[in-house]
Structure formats: structure tokens, C-alpha cells
């Protein structure tokens, strides 16, 4: 027997790490980040930055590739991207030498699925 996903419980699948950051403040940060991973899609939440205790709740608000706002960011391509929430100031951008910081979260539900029947 399969077992049937559980639409209630997202999925830890975003993940950015952090190359630069452009302008920091309070409640949003714009950086230059790399998606690696699966896509990462506009409304995930980040909860965590590897290897850091302390907690974050940012949500990607915006995605900016050459000139154009996505809805997504594919593996491996890198974006400016719009984070806004709490944990800001705990963002570092980092280096190919000294590597980079990572954040992790959950990619909201795709356009068209439901959580199950009640």
C-alpha cells in the first residue's frame, strides 16, 4: 500500500544561499541569492539559516532575474530576491572562499492543490 502525501504538512524545499546583500533593513532584505535545491516560489517561508540557533520567518516576496519579476527561481540559477519578515539582520552574505550562508524553508502549496477532504 502507497502511502497518501499529507497536504497539511509542507515540504522543506526552499532553499537560497545568500551571495550579497543590497539593502537591509528591519523587516526586508534584498539579496543576491543562488537557488539550490528544487524551485523555490514566490510566498515560501524561510524558518531557518543552517548551522544558526536563532530563528527567522522571512517570506520571498519578490523575484528579480535580468530585468523581469518570476514567479519561481529554477536550481542552480541565481536571482535578486525580496525577503521580508523577522531575521533580517541575522543574513550575511558570503564568499566562494569562506562559503555562503544558507536558508531553509517551504515552498507554499502549488496553484490548484487542496489539503484533504473534510
Not at 543552517?50 to 530563528?55: E, S
Request: proline share 9%; with cysteine.
Amino acid at each position: 500500500m502507497t502511502p497518501t502525501p499529507d497536504h497539511d504538512q509542507p515540504t522543506l524545499d526552499a532553499e537560497f544561499e545568500i551571495h550579497d546583500l543590497r539593502a537591509v533593513h528591519d523587516a526586508q532584505v534584498i539579496a543576491a541569492v543562488r537557488c539550490i535545491g528544487a524551485p523555490v516560489r514566490l510566498g515560501a517561508r524561510f524558518r531557518r539559516i543552517r548551522d544558526c540557533a536563532a530563528p527567522i520567518d522571512l517570506e520571498l516576496t519578490r523575484i528579480r532575474l535580468f530585468r523581469s519579476d518570476l514567479e519561481e527561481l529554477l536550481p542552480v540559477h541565481s536571482a535578486l530576491v525580496a525577503l521580508r519578515g523577522t531575521g533580517t539582520l541575522l543574513l550575511t552574505p558570503g564568499t566562494p572562499g569562506n562559503g555562503y550562508q544558507i536558508i531553509r524553508g517551504t515552498n507554499p502549496r502549488p496553484h490548484g492543490t487542496r489539503g484533504p477532504r473534510r
